[in-house]
């Protein structure tokens, strides 16, 4: 039996979604020897509620030198990032010479803005591929997992930080007890940690299980995360949820009495008390859900390939290794997946082994149906292609159910 991350309570399993891959590793045609595999499953802790996978993928196995996935590749979330390294800029960093640390800085899409703006700035990213894109935009990165020994370091050789920020990251990494207690070394008296992570509320109203995969280790809540910060003398402070990647919530962390949590927190545990949240029946009904979604996909899938129809995906994204490996969906029901990422593009998607084509090509020869893999990016997506609805082409959703358009 596996034990909660956090608190070593005892976790019971809702969903069980297989053996699945390494979601970011494409391997070469005629590579796909040797691929690495594990249970994706999922559990919730019955004391701290954290939501959580039942099994660890060793973090070195995803996060390397030619991690494919860059932040910078949609423009919406381009703008996201600026606006929130002003309002960080604005509102976190008043005294002189502030100091600005980002984990999981990717390639630096948040805090080339920051040092455009002049501000002292660290970056903490064990990819490098992705670090030396920071790098050639004017960022500092260090190439380190952030965790208790790198905090302590920075803190030692570059001194205390006004705010600690980390986006699609903190979800990424299962020792957080180590995170912690580098942020407790790193911050300012006053300073906060923020960060955002898609939020469980959202991924139980849409459906959205392909948010499940090896990377996202956690789902948080409100409630499980003014639990887990509380252990290491942090308090929540603040709540805001955020539109991106298919609804997210972004949390400020503060030192225990440093600031009074606003009204948010509150009304966030409320909601998530009143739609009961993390309880295991809603949790037993989402399984259900997610059971359903995967036979009426192959169900639309395999008839439409007997009607004779082409059909392609769209988005070799993370959260479509866990569709594809789930579903059994190969090449033979998704001809082939285009995608904007040079690193992804001639290898095959990771398990499911379905090509990768650049996204330029998708117009050259439009298929009948084009499964949206990147949902999280569809008006981006959809106003692009315009001219794929021009020319009769539909696109097929899967989430919050599955549906043509
Ligand atoms: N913040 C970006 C990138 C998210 S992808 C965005 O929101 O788009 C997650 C990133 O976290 C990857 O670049 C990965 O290399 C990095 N990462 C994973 N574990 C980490 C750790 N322990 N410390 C710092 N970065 C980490
Ligand atoms: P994303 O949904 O951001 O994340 P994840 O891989 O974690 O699930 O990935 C978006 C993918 O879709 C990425 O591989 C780039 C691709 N993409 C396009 O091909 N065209 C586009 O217009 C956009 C916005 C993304
Ligand atoms: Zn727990």
């Given amino acids: 039996m596996t034990d909660c991350r956090i608190c070593a309570g005892p976790l019971t399993e809702f969903l069980d979604l297989g053996a699945q891959p390494n979601s970011d590793a494409f391997p070469r045609p005629g590579?796909?020897?040797?691929?690495?595999?594990?249970?994706?499953?999922?559990?919730?802790?019955?004391?701290?509620?954290?939501?959580?996978?039942?099994?660890?993928?060793?973090?070195?196995?995803?996060?390397?030198?030619?991690y494919p996935y860059v932040s910078s590749g949609s423009s919406v979330m381009r703008e996201h990032f600026e606006s929130t390294a002003r309002q960080l800029l604005a509102?976190?960093?008043?005294?002189?010479?502030?100091?600005?640390?980002?984990?999981?800085c990717n390639d630096g899409v948040m805090l080339a803005t920051v040092s455009d703006a002049g501000?002292?700035?660290?970056?903490?990213d064990p990819s490098e591929g992705v670090a030396d894109r920071a790098r050639a935009r004017g960022v500092r990165v260090r190439t380190a997992f952030f965790e208790e020994a790198t905090a302590l370091d920075i803190a030692a050789t570059e001194g205390r930080a006004d705010v600690v920020?980390?986006?699609?990251?903190?979800?990424?990494?299962?020792?957080?007890d180590s995170i912690f207690r580098g942020l407790d070394a790193l911050l300012k008296p006053d300073g906060v940690f923020v960060f955002e992570d898609p939020y469980l509320s959202e991924i139980i109203e849409r459906t959205s299980f392909d948010q499940i995969y090896d990377?996202?280790?956690?789902?948080?809540?409100?409630?499980?995360?003014?639990?887990?910060?509380?252990?290491?003398?942090?308090?929540?402070?603040?709540?805001?949820?955020?539109?991106?990647?298919?609804?997210?919530?972004?949390?400020?962390?503060?030192r225990q009495g440093a600031r009074v949590p606003t009204a948010a927190v509150a009304e966030l545990l409320a909601d998530e008390d009143?739609?009961?949240?993390?309880?295991?029946?809603?949790?037993?009904?989402?399984?259900?859900?997610?059971?359903?979604?995967?036979?009426?996909?192959?169900?639309?899938?395999?008839?439409?390939?007997?009607?004779g129809n082409r059909v392609v995906?769209?988005?070799?994204?993370?959260?479509?290794?866990?569709?594809?490996?789930?579903?059994?969906?190969?090449?033979?029901?998704?001809?082939?997946?285009y995608d904007t990422t040079p690193a992804k593009q001639d290898?095959?998607?990771?398990?499911?082994?379905?090509?990768?084509?650049?996204?330029?090509?998708?117009?050259?020869?439009?298929?009948?149906?084009?499964?949206?893999?990147?949902?999280?990016?569809?008006?981006?997506?959809?106003?692009?292609?315009?001219?794929?609805?021009?020319?009769g082409g539909k696109w097929i959703v899967y989430t919050p159910e599955v549906r043509v358009l």
């Fill in 119 to 124: 501000a002292r700035h660290l970056g903490v």
């Fill in 91 to 104: 509102t976190e960093t008043k005294g002189p010479d502030p100091f600005v640390v980002e984990i999981g």
């Fill in 313 to 337: 995906g769209y988005g070799a994204t993370a959260k479509s290794a866990t569709v594809a490996n789930y579903c059994g969906i190969g090449p033979e029901l998704v001809s082939c997946v």
């Fill in 31 to 66: 590579e796909t020897d040797g691929e690495f595999f594990y249970r994706l499953a999922v559990g919730r802790c019955g004391s701290c509620t954290m939501v959580q996978l039942m099994e660890e993928v060793p973090r070195e196995r995803m996060f390397h030198r030619d």
């Fill in 347 to 391: 290898r095959l998607t990771p398990g499911s082994h379905i090509p990768v084509r650049p996204s330029g090509a998708f117009s050259d020869h439009y298929p009948d149906y084009a499964l949206l893999f990147a949902w999280n990016h569809a008006q981006e997506i959809m106003s692009k292609e315009e001219g794929f609805r021009a020319v």
């Fill in 215 to 254: 990377e996202h280790f956690y789902f948080f809540t409100a409630r499980s995360v003014r639990n887990m910060v509380r252990r290491y003398g942090f308090e929540l402070v603040d709540t805001v949820r955020l539109p991106v990647h298919g609804g997210e919530v972004r949390y400020t962390i503060a």
């Fill in 274 to 307: 009143h739609k009961a949240l993390a309880e295991p029946a809603t949790l037993e009904r989402f399984a259900a859900e997610v059971r359903r979604i995967r036979h009426n996909l192959t169900a639309l899938l395999t008839r439409l390939r007997a009607e």
């Fill in 165 to 176: 920020y980390a986006a699609n990251t903190l979800c990424h990494i299962p020792y957080l």
